[in-house]
Each structure stands twice: as structure tokens, then as C-alpha cells.
């Protein structure tokens, strides 16, 4: 698999787990809800939207429920499985809601922590009847028949290869180039003193990881994942001039989150464009540096090339995730959301001031389940099966964790911290390849704990996340006065 | 004992029990227009009994009625839009919103505060978020905390977060306010500035019920006191009668003042 499949397959990962988390903000960033149940509304809006879309009679194996068959229902209007999924997905989405209400109702009123263990326990219980009951859903074997809107239409190509070319590479250049202009205006104010020796830590410590990658396989065999060899001078002194240099670069400027913006971009670009880079000079190898810059364009997708079904589904799912962002930066930015920030803040307050708030906190956990619903109808189609192990409580944690590293109560510190969490626990797999495959258990847990570090890291040092709780103001469009 | 004939709040046999301990024993009260002291020792029953009429507890008997209405049991929130209040004894800012949004938050009948009005944004929309700033920067001047309004409630001084809490009470333009020690661990200055902010909306059509504990303040302040002991009320009427009372002395005063 070429890195940019790979990259499309990780930034949809990222699109829709930040569409589950912008849902687990409407319930524990802006209402101070915990909610450790949240993975089950990712479940229910999975198979609800499956189970509308599905049509009847595809499978021998399939023993549960028969599809509403959706996806075939609009067959005589053009992209009508498009129409039939996306009204399987409201369903979906009203479904996740209408549990979150049934779940509310008795649960709601219970003190903060005492909510988050109920609704854990609830998870733990749908998690379980959609396991064992195959009348429901098939139970454990899940369900293959999993309607992916869109997907006969795909590739699609204009039949010109400099055409297709210009159409899908040209935004994919002028993306990376935006991404690019606006990482730089991140790192603008660090100075030129602590901006070099970034540079110079970011480089050396990638650098002592090829050293240790390429040349010390054989020796990392014999002694385990954790023995970096010693007698690697050159790794050796690279990773401690890394450190040096880091530790000079954070002791030089305030500017720490430019600090690592810089060190990621760096290390995104190397990883990205650099590798391709050496196939270049080294093979004299063009192929991989092209498909990596033109990310968008797929040279295998029909007879000229063109868009493939996984590129679209990317954009697709992009799609919804900026309709949520939108959506939920509405609500916030409203005197609805007003309130909802006073509940978390303190109940009992806006409730002396005449604000149900049984019913606002009721309403925000329908909103954020609903969004979760949506994120499982569009994982569904991602992966094209479903089953309930996919649905585990650790979905939840992870949600929770990407949600507190990125800025709890901030749309954007949600797709950061998903983005953060996903790159450390999937991007990090390529280096897989490096070492030898039983140790594949060892490395997965080691992501985790370099996840859980980071946590620390922040919790300790920056509580309110990356970036901090977001900024709110009420737009009231022409002829509304602003603040001050 | 002068007796209240159009009360706007009546409270009869009143009882809250926690365990075996009554903290309000089958209390009556009657309060009119105007400023009404509460006054009695600690343990009394007071914030209790503010705790029952609006609705943070629910009573275990008696009944509770606001401007001719039954509002016994009703949520706070409920109570609140019947246009009864309360600040509460210890400030309750919300500490990362603004003093701003702590004081926008405030005012009853916000269109925007439903969610369909959130999301649809019709006309009332604007007119009512224009509104609701515009009377939280009148109310923030008027109790001359105009100058802190972009800065974060949590970072406030004490006797701020008072005038806060008030603030915030009074944007809901109810009928009648229960203060619950709004002196308490205010300097002499601002205290009498809260005094006399109290007249000043007094004379604008509010009415208070209110706990303190300095019986000077009590007689320049109220035209009428109600005692309470033991979850009971032990004599009401005019502060200086009161003041006289031998049981209120008794239970209360400890020695004539």
C-alpha cells in the first residue's frame, strides 16, 4: 500500500472519530456530562444505519432482523442508494438519540460520577445484548452486508489522464501547501534561536531512529524491542544531541505549542516526502514522491486515473465532520449554549435562575449522541463490517483522552487531540515493518503508553488541554450590536 | 405581632426533617412587600427554610404559596419563573464564564435559550441577545462592576462575587428576592453600597426577604423581622419591638443591645 492510501485510510479514521468526539464535547466539554457510555450511541447509529440501508435476503449467514432495504429503495432516481443510506443514517442518528433519552431520563439526575459508572454499566449492557442476541443483529458474527453509498459509481476519472491530473492532483497540492502556509503562521513567533534548535532536535532524533531502524534490526531480534544498542555511536550521540537541543529549545521560548508544531511538520514532512525523496535520488524512483503530492489522485483508479471510492469516502466524511463542527459551534455560540456552560459550571445556578436544566442537560446528551450515531453510521460504511467488538468501552476512553489532550470544551482541540491520538496509535504502524512481527502485541502496547505519557503530560501541565477552552461569541448577524 | 393581610409569600406548617433532626418543625409565615429581615441563631432553620420555598429541598409537609400561587415542591427553576429568587449564601459564580456571560445568563425568557431558536435563528433571536446585553451592562454599572465585566467570574474578590450574585438575581426581574447573607464578608464600604441598592430597588417595586445576622443593619433596613428558632418562627413584627422581645433576647441577642 502506498503511503498516501495509507494517509487517506488514517485522516478518514481521524474525520470520524473526531465526529464521535465533537459529540462527546456537546456532552462533557460544554455540559460537563460524563458520559462513559458514549461508544454505545457509536454502536446503535452503526447498526441502525446498516440495518435501515441493508435489503433483504443477501445473506445465507445473516440471521438476525430483516433490512429495511434502504439502499435499493430509491433505486430508479440517480445516486439514489446515496438518498436511501443518508435517511438510514438519520434514522441512525435518531436512534442513538432516542436511547441517550431513554438512558437520561433515570439516570441524569444522578451527581456526575455516579452518571459516568451508570452509563459505563448501560454500554456494557447493549454492548453485551448485541452481542449474544443473533435474532437482533446477528449477534457476534456481525454483518457483512454493509450498504457503502456511492461505491458502484467509483472511480470516477474524466477519461484524460492530464486532466484527472489537474482536476484531484492540483487541490491535493494546493492542501498540503494551505496545511503548510498555516503551520507556518503557527510557528511564526517562536524566534530564530529556539526554531533552529527544534529544527536541529527534531532532525536528530529522526535521524538516530532511521540509524537504530536500519542498521540495528538483526541485534534488536536477539535483544528485544526496548535494547537500543549502545555501540551505535552515531544513534547514540544523534539521540542526545536531540535532547540537548530540545531541552535548549524549551528553555528559550514560551511559544511550546509553536515549538511542536514546528517538530511535527518537520517530522510529517520527512516522513511524507522525505522517504519518497531518498527513493528518488537513491533509485531514482518517482512514482511514490508523485502519488504522495497528488494525495487526492489515484493513478490506478480506471483507465486514466482519477478518484477512487476510498479518496471519496475521505471527502465525504469530511464533509459531515464540518457540518458537525458547524452545527455544534451554533449551539455553543448561543445563549443555549450559555446555559449549557452554566450547568457545567455549577447546576444549581442557572437552575435558581429559572433554566430547566434537567431538560437542557437531556437535550445535549440527544445532541452528542446523535453525533456519535452519525460517526458510527459513516464507520460502518468505512469498514464495510460490523460486529460488536468493535464497539468496546475503550472506544469511549479513547474519545475522552483525544478530547482532553486537544482541549476539552474546544471543537478544534477535538480534531487536534483525535488527529494527535490516531497518528501516535495508527501513524506510528509503519515502523512496524521495521521490527520483527511477534513483537507486534509489545509495540501495540507500547503506542498505549506512549498515549497515556502523554496524558500525564498534559493533565499535569497544561489541565485545560492543548488548546485550551475555545472563545465564544454570539453572532447576531445584520443589525446586531457586538460586545464592546 | 402585626399581622400581613395580602402576603405574597405564605408559608404554612412547613416541616423538613433530615433523620431523626427537624430542621423546620411545622413553620408559618406570612411575608408582605417591602424589606423583611430573617434573623435567628445558627442552626435556626433559615437556609433551610430558603432551601424548601424554592425548591432546592422538597418539603416534607405544609404548603408553600407565591403571589396566589401553590408553588410547593416545584423545581427551582419553576419557582424561579414564578418570579421568586434566591442568591445564595456562599457566591456561586460560574468561575470560567465571564462576568459578562455570568450576568447574561441571567434574565428570564431568553428566546435564544431554547434550542430550535439556537439552531433556526428567527427575528426574536437577535432582539432579545441585544436586549439581554444591553440590561447586563446597565446592571454591571449599576452595581459598579462595569470594570471586570470581560474578566473570567473566578477571578473576582469576595465582596465582588457578591455583588455578582445580586446582580445576577436581579436581571431575572422577579417579584420578590431571598438574600441569603448578602453581607457576610463584605467590607463597611460596599456594604453600604449593597444597603443601599437594596432601598433603591425597593423603592422600583422589589421586595426582600433577607438573612443577616447584624441586628443594626437589620433595624435601619427592614420594616419588619421575623425570628426564627429551632425550625420554628418565635415572634415577627416591627425591628423594634422585636429587638425588645425577652425571647428573642433569649434566644437570639444574648443581652440587650
Redesign the interface.
Given at each position: 500500500m502506498a503511503l498516501a492510501d495509507f494517509f487517506i485510510s488514517l485522516l478518514t479514521f481521524v474525520t470520524i472519530y473526531s465526529l464521535f468526539g465533537l459529540g462527546l464535547n456537546v456532552k462533557f466539554g460544554f455540559t460537563g456530562l460524563i458520559d462513559f457510555g458514549h461508544v454505545a450511541y457509536f454502536m446503535i447509529g452503526a447498526y441502525v444505519t446498516v440495518f435501515v440501508a441493508m435489503p433483504a435476503g443477501l445473506s445465507e449467514t445473516y440471521e438476525g432482523l430483516t433490512g429495511l432495504g434502504l439502499a435499493t429503495a430509491f433505486a430508479g432516481v440517480p445516486g439514489g442508494d446515496l438518498l436511501g443510506w443518508l435517511v438510514a443514517l438519520v434514522v441512525g442518528m435518531a436512534a442513538a438519540a432516542l436511547v441517550s433519552l431513554l438512558v437520561g431520563i433515570p439516570t441524569i439526575r444522578l451527581r456526575e460520577d455516579y452518571l459516568a459508572i451508570t452509563a459505563l454499566g448501560i454500554a456494557t449492557i447493549l454492548n453485551a445484548v448485541f452481542h449474544n442476541e443473533r435474532w437482533l443483529f446477528n449477534g457476534a458474527f456481525g454483518i457483512r452486508e454493509v450498504h457503502e453509498p456511492l461505491s458502484g459509481v467509483f472511480p470516477i476519472g474524466t477519461g484524460s489522464f492530464q486532466l484527472n491530473l489537474l482536476l484531484f492532483g492540483l487541490p491535493s497540492v494546493a492542501i498540503l501547501g494551505y496545511a503548510a502556509y498555516r503551520t507556518a503562521k503557527v510557528v511564526r513567533p517562536l524566534g530564530v534561536r529556539p526554531a533552529l534548535l527544534g529544527t536541529g532536535a527534531t532532525l536528530a532524533l529522526a535521524g538516530s531512529v532511521v540509524f537504530v531502524i536500519t542498521t540495528m534490526t538483526g541485534l534488536v531480534v536477539d535483544l528485544g524491542v526496548l535494547a537500543l544498542n549502545v555501540d551505535n555511536t552515531i544513534a547514540f550521540v544523534l539521540l542526545v544531541g536531540s535532547v540537548v537541543a530540545g531541552r535548549a529549545a524549551l528553555t528559550e521560548t514560551d511559544h511550546i505549542g509553536a515549538l511542536l508544531a514546528l517538530a511535527s511538520a518537520l517530522l510529517f514532512t520527512l516522513w511524507y516526502l522525505g522517504q519518497p525523496l531518498v527513493a528518488l535520488v537513491a533509485d531514482g524512483e518517482t512514482a511514490d514522491l508523485l502519488l504522495n503530492l497528488f494525495w487526492l489522485y489515484d493513478a490506478t483508479a480506471g483507465s486514466a486515473g482519477g478518484l477512487d471510492y476510498d479518496r471519496f469516502f475521505f471527502l465525504f466524511t469530511l464533509a459531515f465532520l464540518v457540518g458537525a463542527y458547524l452545527?455544534v459551534e451554533?449551539?455553543v455560540n448561543?445563549?443555549?449554549?450559555?446555559?449549557l456552560?452554566?450547568v457545567r459550571?455549577?447546576e444549581?445556578?442557572?437552575?435558581?435562575?429559572?433554566?430547566?436544566?434537567?431538560r437542557y442537560k437531556i437535550?445535549s446528551l440527544m445532541?452528542g449522541s446523535a453525533l456519535a450515531g452519525a460517526a458510527g453510521g459513516l464507520w460502518a460504511a468505512n469498514i464495510g463490517f460490523i460486529d460488536p467488538t468493535q464497539f468496546a468501552s475503550t472506544v469511549t476512553f479513547f474519545a475522552y483522552t483525544a478530547v482532553i489532550i486537544g482541549g476539552t470544551a474546544n471543537n478544534r482541540g477535538v480534531v487536534l487531540g483525535t488527529a494527535v491520538f490516531w497518528v501516535i496509535n495508527s501513524g506510528t504502524r509503519f515502523l512496524d515493518d521495521f521490527f520483527p512481527s511477534e513483537y507486534a502485541q509489545q509495540l501495540a502496547a507500547l503506542r498505549l503508553i506512549l498515549i497515556g505519557a502523554l496524558l500525564i503530560v498534559i493533565l499535569y501541565y497544561r489541565p485545560e488541554g492543548m488548546l485550551g477552552?475555545q472563545d465564544?461569541d454570539?453572532n447576531?448577524?445584520r443589525?446586531?450590536?457586538s460586545?464592546? | 405581632m402585626t399581622e400581613i393581610h395580602n402576603p405574597i409569600l405564605d408559608v404554612q406548617g412547613l416541616e423538613k426533617h433530615f433523620g431523626g433532626i427537624t430542621a423546620i418543625g411545622g413553620l408559618d409565615m406570612r411575608v408582605g412587600e417591602g424589606i423583611t429581615g430573617l434573623i435567628g441563631p445558627n442552626g435556626a432553620g433559615k437556609t433551610t427554610f430558603f432551601n424548601c420555598v424554592t425548591g432546592a429541598l422538597t418539603p416534607d409537609a405544609g404548603r408553600v404559596e407565591f403571589a396566589d400561587g401553590d408553588i410547593t415542591g416545584k423545581r427551582p427553576s419553576a419557582v424561579a419563573q414564578e418570579g421568586l429568587v434566591r442568591t445564595f449564601q456562599i457566591p456561586r459564580e460560574l468561575p470560567e464564564m465571564t462576568v459578562r456571560e455570568n450576568l447574561q445568563l441571567a434574565p428570564r425568557g431568553q428566546s435564544g435559550e431554547r434550542l430550535t431558536q439556537a439552531w433556526l435563528r428567527g427575528d426574536e433571536f437577535a432582539t432579545d441577545e441585544v436586549r439581554v446585553r444591553e440590561k447586563a451592562t446597565e446592571m454591571a454599572e449599576f452595581l459598579e462592576i462595569d470594570h471586570v465585566l470581560d474578566a473570567k467570574a473566578g477571578t473576582l474578590s469576595g465582596g465582588q462575587r457578591k455583588l455578582l450574585e445580586l446582580a445576577r438575581v436581579l436581571l431575572t426581574e422577579p417579584d420578590m428576592i431571598l438574600l441569603d447573607e448578602p453581607l457576610a464578608g463584605v467590607n463597611p464600604t460596599l456594604e453600604q453600597k449593597i444597603l443601599d441598592r437594596i432601598h433603591d430597588l425597593e423603592s422600583q417595586g422589589y421586595s426582600f426577604l433577607f438573612i443577616e445576622h447584624d441586628i443594626d443593619v437589620i433595624m435601619e433596613t427592614c420594616e419588619r423581622v421575623v425570628v426564627m428558632h429551632q425550625g420554628q418562627v418565635l415572634t415577627s413584627g416591627e425591628p423594634a419591638d422585636v429587638k425588645s422581645d425577652d425571647r428573642v433576647i433569649e434566644a437570639y441577642l444574648g443581652e440587650e443591645v
Open positions: 452545527w451554533r449551539t448561543s445563549p443555549y449554549g450559555r446555559v456552560r452554566a459550571e455549577d444549581s445556578v442557572p437552575e435558581a435562575l429559572g433554566k430547566p436544566t434537567f437535550q445532541f477552552e465564544y454570539i447576531l448577524g443589525g446586531g450590536a460586545d464592546d | -
